[in-house]
């Protein structure tokens, strides 16, 4: 078979979002948005969000790690050391606290760990949170509209259009996918172990935000490195062949990327980031320029398919 890429047939579903997804969706911003008042006139209790200034000391000498400001937290949540918050409790908002604890004897950080330690702490305030109603109320404090129908009606044009670009998305990787099956590519076993190590420290470092090692992970699913190495060979042959369909595509058609275009794409990964384009220069290495005009390839080469697609919506 002819490597292929134009005239490809494919389905494209579109999900129209329904009302259950739509009252599901704004149950859920009811509860991740209560409404929060400041309390100034009893003394905290457990189950206040208090506000509180605090540094650590040990042997009368502060620590690093051990100091924050306007650091927020639940009394009860057991989120801080065992102790802690429990001397928080019937203060009152302005009034100096000296919370003295002892780390447990496991603690992650060994020069403290079995130590004794005074957090000279200051509350700064009580914050009681309460649940809104999903009324016009909500409407206007936390969705910044009129009232309830609006805040409906907008939420429900961005829960489409968030719907309508992923399943573009999938429409266009499924495209890809069609083209890249019929190119004619093996990788080398060097290739492929490159693509495979890539793979896991992608996944290691998934992990690791998640506060978990490899060796934890293995321990946890009964498995081993080599056997998720092995599993892993079958998705990277599949991206090695779908990179090399659309560097064919891209020599095919001539494709180039012009310095707008990367500037373009640099002012967005900058912004992504919440940096300026000038916060960014000192990551832009040759390797960072390489990935980025990859990725401006890529989106070519895609739409490219897309539009040379013969594409039943439904």
């Known amino acids: 078979m002819p490597f292929t890429y134009k005239n490809l047939q494919e389905v494209h579903k579109r999900h129209i979002v ?6 599901r969706h704004i149950q859920q911003l009811v509860q991740q948005n209560p409404r929060i008042a400041e309390v100034s006139d009893r003394p905290t209790q457990k189950g206040d969000e208090v506000v509180l200034n605090y540094a650590g000391f040990c042997d009368g000498v502060q620590f690093p790690g051990g100091t924050a400001e306007k650091q927020t937290l639940v009394l009860g949540s057991g989120m801080f050391i065992p102790g802690f918050e429990e001397q928080l409790i019937d203060k009152m908002p302005g009034e100096k606290v000296d919370v003295k604890v002892k780390f447990p004897d496991a603690y992650h950080a060994p020069d403290l760990a ?12 009580i914050r009681l949170k309460t649940p809104y109603e999903a009324d016009d109320t909500f409407a206007k404090e936390v969705g910044g509209c009129e009232s309830f129908a609006e805040f409906r009606h907008k939420l429900r044009q961005q829960m489409q259009q968030f719907s309508d670009q992923r399943g573009e998305m999938d429409l266009q990787d499924r495209l890809l996918k069609q083209a890249a099956e019929t190119l004619e590519y093996t990788p080398t076993q060097e290739e492929l172990d490159e693509a495979v190590n890539q793979q896991m420290k992608a996944f290691e470092a998934q992990l690791q935000q998640q506060g978990l090692t490899l060796e934890m992970y293995c321990s946890f699913m009964t498995t081993n490195e080599q056997e998720l190495l092995k599993d892993m060979e079958p ?31 640099t002012a967005l990964v900058a912004r992504q980031n919440n940096m300026t384009v000038e916060e960014l220069k000192p990551y832009y290495t040759a390797q960072f320029r390489e990935a980025l005009v990859q990725s401006v390839l890529t989106g070519k080469v895609m739409s490219l398919i897309r539009e040379n697609a013969n594409v039943t919506e439904e």
């Open 235 to 265: 998705s990277a042959r599949a991206q090695l062949r779908q990179q090399k369909a659309i560097d064919e595509i891209a020599k095919l058609e001539n494709l180039q990327v012009s310095d707008e275009e990367l500037g373009q794409a």
């Open 18 to 23: 329904t009302d259950e997804e739509l009252d």
């Open 114 to 125: 079995g130590k004794e330690a005074v957090f000279k702490c200051e509350l700064l305030s």
